[in-house]
């Protein structure tokens, strides 16, 4: 190819085409947002308003122009402009200008047919697309896409998208089909009634006759007859209905409703879903099957990310009648294909601007917020999440989690119509080992007062070991379910989802709900502290540090300090600042209270006097809470400090073993209720987390003060109550780690998600990168100093350890074996550091894969209870 051809091509062809289809694109788009805002009556306004202006010029221009001095003016114009146009200069300057006219002119006489030629051949062809794209609603480029590519690629199967499955025609047979199935339906003595004949086959005399039954029959028969059906696909949803007219007698209308039990359920349609009983509705003019079913052609087209799918993958495998391998290698041709298709210039430019609007669009959550989230986590130091089960990633896992969930629909659907209750399918979402199935009541419905017996009876019908967790909202009612295949949720995108604005300093996540919403724990002045709920294993101290990450995220160290304390173990040690991983947030040194109760305590004890410290202060300066504080005093502005206490009830517990006198003083049921009571207005937060919510334990005088609840897996019903009191929500029938319900938001207005799992090397690099960022903080106060401040002369420095201790104490890399020998040699060292990191970080312990940590654990822990006798 010589140059000049390449030129032809790049100006004669390629030019013209992309200037034309990129005015198509901008035409479309406008159309669209003006379609989008049409406003009939602002239309007729300003038609009307046009059409006066237009009116009163016309006629000022007929006044004006019929005027003597005005066509005097006019003759003057033209004559002085003739005398300008005479003279040489005028001339030359003529002429001169005429030589590029004509240039100009020859240029536009060339190129105009070129472009005419690129307007003609794009315009033509879009327009058509694009009434195509209006009658299926959906945008203009998202049908080229379609059509365009499909057509190139596949002729057969964009015919299939021209006369398929999303076209007003489609909707149309279909709903012509339901009506020849509703009247197939009829029961043979209907139609003999209506044939005039009775059920012997005996013809009534002139047509008449017959006895009331039979007169029944025949309403019966031509009321199902004359049965309207509507289907329509738009916006994302397919949309069915049918209408049987009701009569005037109750007796005939019994008989109406009787003949269309169970039609739901006989009839199988594509993405229509009927309850399986009709519902009386006066209002839309009889007994109504009606089904909303989510419906994306679509969405086909935009899941390319099929093709890096591994066709040999767990999930693919043939188990519980699931497709199997084959299946897998034919997704992952198609996926190859559709992947092509997004190579479209048009799905690529569509792509560009849907990442510009997601990079440049204004969050509007900025607008009334107080503080601007800030990003502080290098998320590139998190890995992927992935199930650790399968080893696949979200993607795969949500698409497996979906197709698992959706055969059980038309299932969950009758289990609810047996025990009466005919909602009409709302919608299906999935998100950790949920399957949450969601129903819109209808106005009259008739719920029990006690889900218990429902719960029980779906978990029969339904065949599962589990209980569904039913809840009711607004208006609908949401069946959720262990769906048995794990969407992992990943933290990166729950950082990035995440308003921008935010109301208060602290403000973090739990996790994310079923449709990827994110769970916002938000503690100010609304919401001083909360409280975390959790049996034992089910993902408490795993919520603590996501909502501990995430605030860190979006605050620096010179607003917010952060303790921690915990009740029974060490899970904080690594957030010492004189270890190897220090974090710039950590207010003083960790607390764990299993082996130091009384650092614990003196802990307490200094946010009790901090709380009181402060409320002194701002009286003096006669301020009335710490957000005017900092405003009044900006350069000796204090930070908020966030305490948490993992497993308070082990620290509020020992206070019985305290006498009188040291409960009076060192008593910590009595601080917490000291700080939950008066320590919001200084910015001292609590977020408390327990095993148990059980009276015994958790005493009444802090959970009475505090009202945030977020609650994981209980063990007991009356726990529930307990932890998220007058929600009547079962949490104690969640079986899965990290799902948690949280009624931050109201107790009419829970949310109900799942929390992301941080492994320990990747929050050791949280906290090296929020180090590199902000630097090396040293601790507010020092261990000592808490002691001395609170115990005085009492407090002695630490005693000699006077046992044993390892020569070379094992690293975290170190070997099971190598544990167990250290803990055999060291018995003593080894049951006094039981809890220490020397264990609790150890590679195997926490080892990836499940099954391998759960055993190296119980091998851990039973040498610790052999050399314990
Ligand atoms: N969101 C999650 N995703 C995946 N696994 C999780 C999640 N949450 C918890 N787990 C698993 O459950 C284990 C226990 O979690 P965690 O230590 O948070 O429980 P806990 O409620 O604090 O228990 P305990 O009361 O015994 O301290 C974790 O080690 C992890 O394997
Ligand atoms: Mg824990």
């Known amino acids: 190819m010589n140059s000049n051809d390449f030129y032809t091509i790049i100006f004669q062809w390629v030019l013209p085409f992309a200037t034309m289809i990129g005015l198509y694109v901008l035409l479309t788009k406008y159309l669209n947002s003006v379609y989008e805002r049409m406003d009939i009556e602002i239309i007729w306004k300003r038609v009307i308003q046009i059409a006066i202006v237009i009116g009163l010029l016309t006629v000022g221009w007929y006044f004006i122009t019929h005027q003597e001095w005005f066509k005097n003016a006019v003759f003057y114009t033209k004559s002085g402009a003739e005398w300008v146009g005479n003279t040489e200069q005028a001339k030359a300057a003529g002429q001169f200008a005429n030589s590029y006219w004509q240039r100009f002119l020859q240029f536009l006489l060339y190129w105009i047919p070129v472009y005419f030629r690129a307007f003609v051949v794009v315009w033509v062809v879009s327009t058509f697309i694009y009434i195509r794209s209006l009658m299926w609603r959906v945008s203009f480029i998202r049908g080229a896409n379609i059509i365009i590519s499909t057509a190139l690629v596949y002729p057969f199967l964009s015919l299939k998208y021209l006369f398929g499955y999303q076209t007003p025609f489609f909707d149309f047979l279909q709903s012509r089909l339901l009506i020849a199935k509703l009247k197939e339906n009829l029961n043979d003595s209907y139609f003999k009634a209506i044939q005039g004949v009775d059920d012997k086959g005996q013809k009534f005399e002139a047509g008449i006759g017959g006895t009331v039954q039979i007169q029944r029959y025949k309403a019966t028969a031509i009321a199902i007859k004359r049965t309207r059906a509507k289907v329509t696909t738009a916006g994302g949803s397919r949309r069915a209905e049918l209408i049987t007219k009701n009569s005037r007698e109750t007796d005939t209308d019994k008989?109406?409703?009787?003949?269309?039990?169970?039609?739901?359920?006989?009839?199988?349609?594509?993405?229509?879903?009927?309850?399986?009983?009709?519902?009386?509705?006066?209002?839309?003019?009889?007994?109504?099957?009606?089904?909303?079913?989510?419906?994306?052609?679509?969405?086909?087209?935009?899941?390319?990310?099929?093709?890096?799918?591994?066709?040999?993958?767990?999930?693919?495998?043939?188990?519980?009648?699931?497709?199997?391998?084959?299946?897998?290698?034919?997704?992952?041709?198609?996926?190859?294909?559709?992947?092509?298709?997004?190579?479209?210039?048009?799905?690529?430019?569509?792509?560009?601007?849907?990442?510009?609007?997601?990079?440049?669009?204004?969050?509007?959550?900025?607008?009334?917020?107080?503080?601007?989230?800030?990003?502080?986590?290098?998320?590139?130091?998190?890995?992927?999440?992935?199930?650790?089960?399968?080893?696949?990633?979200?993607?795969?896992?949500?698409?497996?989690?979906?197709?698992?969930?959706?055969?059980?629909?038309?299932?969950?659907?009758?289990?609810?119509?047996?025990?009466?209750?005919?909602?009409?399918?709302?919608?299906?979402?999935?998100?950790?080992?949920?399957?949450?199935?969601?129903?819109?009541?209808?106005?009259?419905?008739?719920?029990?007062?006690?889900?218990?017996?429902?719960?029980?009876?779906l978990s029969q019908i339904l065949k599962t070991k589990d209980l569904p967790i039913i809840e009711v909202k607004a208006g609908k009612i949401s069946v959720a379910m262990v769906n048995g295949v794990n969407i992992p949720v990943d933290f990166r995108d729950m950082i990035q989802n995440r308003k921008k604005g935010m109301n208060t300093i602290i403000s973090g996540m739990a996790g994310v709900d079923a449709l990827g919403n994110n769970i916002y724990v938000e503690l100010g002045d609304m919401l001083p502290h909360i409280m975390l709920f959790g049996a034992t294993g089910f993902g408490k101290t795993v919520t603590i540090f996501n909502i501990a990450y995430s605030i860190m995220s979006a605050v620096d160290p010179s607003m917010l300090r952060i303790q921690y304390i915990d009740g029974k173990g060490n899970s904080f040690e690594f957030m010492r600042n004189d270890r190897n991983h220090p974090n710039p947030f950590t207010y003083a040194q960790p607390a764990n209270a299993s082996g130091d109760i009384e650092y614990a305590r003196a802990l307490l004890k200094h946010f009790e006097r901090e709380t009181r410290r402060r409320i002194e202060l701002f009286g003096e300066e006669g301020v009335s809470k710490l957000a005017v504080y900092n405003q009044k005093f900006p350069d000796k502005a204090l930070y908020e400090i966030l305490v948490i206490c993992d497993e308070f009830s082990a620290i509020t517990d020992l206070d019985k073993t305290l006498n009188y006198e040291d409960s009076v003083e060192y008593g910590t049921v009595d601080t917490f209720e000291y700080i939950a009571k008066m320590a919001r207005s200084v910015g001292i937060h609590l977020l408390l987390a327990n095993q148990t919510a059980r009276k015994e334990k958790v005493p009444g005088r802090i959970t009475a003060n505090i009202a945030g609840r977020v609650s994981l897996k209980v063990n007991e019903p009356i726990e529930s109550d307990i932890a998220l009191p007058d929600s009547k929500i079962p949490v104690h029938l969640i079986q899965q780690a990290g799902e948690f319900y949280s009624t931050l938001n109201g107790i009419r207005n829970a949310e109900h998600g799942n929390s992301p799992f941080l492994s320990d090397d990747t929050?050791?690099?949280?906290?090296?990168?929020?180090?590199?960022?902000?630097?090396?903080?040293?601790?507010?106060?020092?261990?000592?100093e808490v002691m001395r401040e609170i115990y005085g002369d009492k407090f002695k420095e630490e005693e000699a350890y006077n046992y044993d201790i390892p020569d070379t104490i094992p690293n975290a890399e170190a070997s099971i074996d190598e544990l167990v020998e250290t803990i055999s040699k060291y018995p003593e060292w080894a049951v006094a550091n039981k809890d220490s990191a020397v264990f609790t970080r150890n590679k195997n312990v926490n080892a990836d894969n499940l099954k391998e940590r759960r055993e190296n654990k119980k091998i851990i822990q039973d040498a610790i209870k052999q050399v314990t006798r």
């Open 255 to 457: 008989l109406i409703e009787q003949s269309l039990q169970g039609f739901g359920k006989r009839l199988v349609a594509p993405s229509i879903r009927f309850q399986d009983n009709p519902i009386l509705n006066a209002d839309r003019g009889g007994f109504v099957f009606d089904s909303d079913v989510s419906y994306k052609a679509g969405d086909e087209l935009g899941s390319w990310l099929g093709i890096f799918s591994n066709p040999l993958a767990d999930g693919e495998k043939i188990s519980n009648g699931g497709q199997g391998v084959f299946h897998a290698i034919k997704n992952l041709y198609d996926g190859v294909f559709k992947y092509m298709l997004h190579l479209s210039p048009v799905a690529v430019s569509e792509r560009l601007i849907s990442r510009a609007k997601e990079l440049f669009t204004p969050d509007r959550t900025l607008d009334n917020a107080k503080y601007v989230a800030q990003s502080n986590l290098d998320l590139s130091l998190i890995p992927k999440p992935v199930d650790p089960e399968t080893g696949n990633d979200k993607e795969t896992q949500m698409k497996i989690a979906m197709k698992v969930a959706q055969e059980r629909i038309s299932e969950v659907t009758n289990a609810l119509n047996i025990f009466d209750i005919s909602g009409v399918f709302y919608k299906l979402m999935v998100g950790g080992n949920t399957a949450i199935y969601e129903y819109t009541l209808t106005r009259t419905a008739d719920l029990p007062n006690d889900f218990r017996k429902l719960q029980e009876g």
């Open 763 to 784: 929050m050791n690099d949280l906290n090296d990168g929020l180090t590199k960022k902000f630097g090396a903080r040293d601790y507010v106060v020092t261990r000592e």
